[in-house]
């Protein structure tokens, strides 16, 4: 089993920066991707970035441009640099790790508020 911990998030007025990180443990042997969704108050949670150990990536077009989500294999971690924040960035955000037999694996969740 992968467990997965978040580190970072905060308070950040709109148009700041945060960069959140993760690091996994476990079966890391396993993990042919991480990245991050989110979840908003009353809404579902959603896909944020994802990395795959070869180094592809995926953005949500709303973060498209403004975050970097980057993966460093040997350290097994990931972080999602988060540039022009805006309100609507506003949630929780979530580790994922994805395992070669195809299970999602996930974090605690890190808040992050952007708020003036």
């Known amino acids: 089993q992968v467990q997965l911990v978040e580190s970072g998030g905060g308070l950040v007025q709109p148009g700041g920066s945060l960069r959140l990180s993760c690091a996994a443990s476990?079966?890391?042997?396993?993990?042919?991707?991480m990245g991050w969704y989110r979840q908003a108050p009353g809404k579902q949670r959603e896909l944020v970035a994802t990395?795959?150990?070869?180094?592809?990536?995926t953005y949500a077009d709303s973060v498209l441009g403004r975050f970097t989500v980057s993966g460093d294999n040997a350290r097994n971690t990931v972080a999602l640099r988060m540039n022009s924040l805006t309100p609507e960035d506003t949630a929780v955000y979530y580790c994922?790790?994805?395992?070669?037999?195809?299970?999602?694996?996930w974090g605690q969740g890190t808040q992050v508020t952007v708020s003036s």
């Open positions: 994922n790790a994805r395992t070669g037999i195809s299970r999602d694996h």
């Open positions: 476990g079966s890391i042997f396993s993990i042919r991707a």
């Open positions: 990395v795959t150990t070869s180094g592809t990536t």
